[in-house]
């Protein structure tokens, strides 16, 4: 094996590792903020309204920006 071949091995390896690492974290990030909005839904509908929010104070304090539509429900399903 050259050395050229061995740098672009462990590069590769390198990349290939980050990539993964970078897939692992947005799965868990989504996954907890599914958790995360699953909790909150009492009613269980799929939407957390004004109400549900009240829950979590970081959710309620950017819950206008959110809003975007300003029907003061969060749609969080899929």
């Known amino acids: 094996m050259t050395k050229l071949t061995a740098t672009v091995k462990k590069t590769l390896v ?3 590792s980050v990539v993964a690492l970078q897939a692992i974290s947005l799965f868990a990030t989504a ?3 599914e ?3 699953a909790s ?3 009613d269980l509908d799929g939407l957390i309204s004004l109400k549900e929010a009240a ?3 970081k959710l309620l304090e950017k819950f206008n920006e959110i809003d975007v539509n300003e029907d003061v429900i969060l749609a969080w399903t899929s």
Do not use: E, V, Y
């Open 55 to 57: 829950g979590h104070a």
């Open 35 to 37: 958790s995360l909005m």
């Open 40 to 42: 909150l839904d009492k």
């Open 14 to 16: 390198i990349g290939m």
């Open 31 to 33: 996954n907890a903020q």
